[in-house]
């Protein structure tokens, strides 16, 4: 997740924003579960990077990260934001931390590259 706040790095965020602007958004699973764990685990991560290096709010990457989460949070039903969806109990304890980030990580499978 590190290219959502290096500055001239926006590449995958404009993407995102045509594809959350341009396709429908009608399958409840994608609106239900899979936006609002990506949006918690971009939240988290704008935050750390903010909170470790205040310059970077200035960035013009950090404002289209910021674009991206407005866009994301239209499509997602509120009562989403309110809960985790389920791990199975091997994901469980890779995903033992409260944080957004990391559950992100263990819901998709991923290798977490976090600092």
């Given at each position: 997740?590190?290219?959502?706040?290096?500055?001239?790095?926006?590449?995958?965020?404009?993407?995102?924003?045509?594809?959350?602007?341009?396709?429908?958004?009608?399958?409840?699973?994608?609106?239900?579960?899979?936006i609002p764990v990506i949006f918690a685990a971009i939240t988290?991560?704008?935050?750390?990077e903010i909170n470790n290096d205040p310059s970077k709010a200035?960035?013009?990457?950090?404002?289209?990260?910021?674009?991206?989460?407005?866009?994301?949070?239209?499509h997602i039903p509120l009562e989403s934001l309110s809960r985790?969806?389920?791990?199975?109990?091997?994901?469980?304890?890779?995903?033992?931390?409260?944080?957004?980030?990391?559950?992100?990580?263990?819901?998709?499978?991923?290798?977490?590259?976090?600092?």
């Open positions: 997740m590190k290219d959502l706040t290096e500055d001239g790095k926006t590449g995958a965020i404009d993407l995102t924003l045509f594809l959350l602007r341009s396709l429908p958004m009608q399958d409840d699973e994608v609106r239900s579960i899979h988290e991560d704008l935050l750390h200035a960035e013009a990457s950090v404002r289209n990260c910021l674009a991206l989460q407005e866009e994301i949070f239209q985790r969806p389920k791990l199975n109990a091997a994901l469980q304890t890779s995903a033992s931390s409260p944080s957004s980030l990391a559950f992100a990580y263990a819901f998709y499978g991923l290798e977490s590259t976090a600092n």
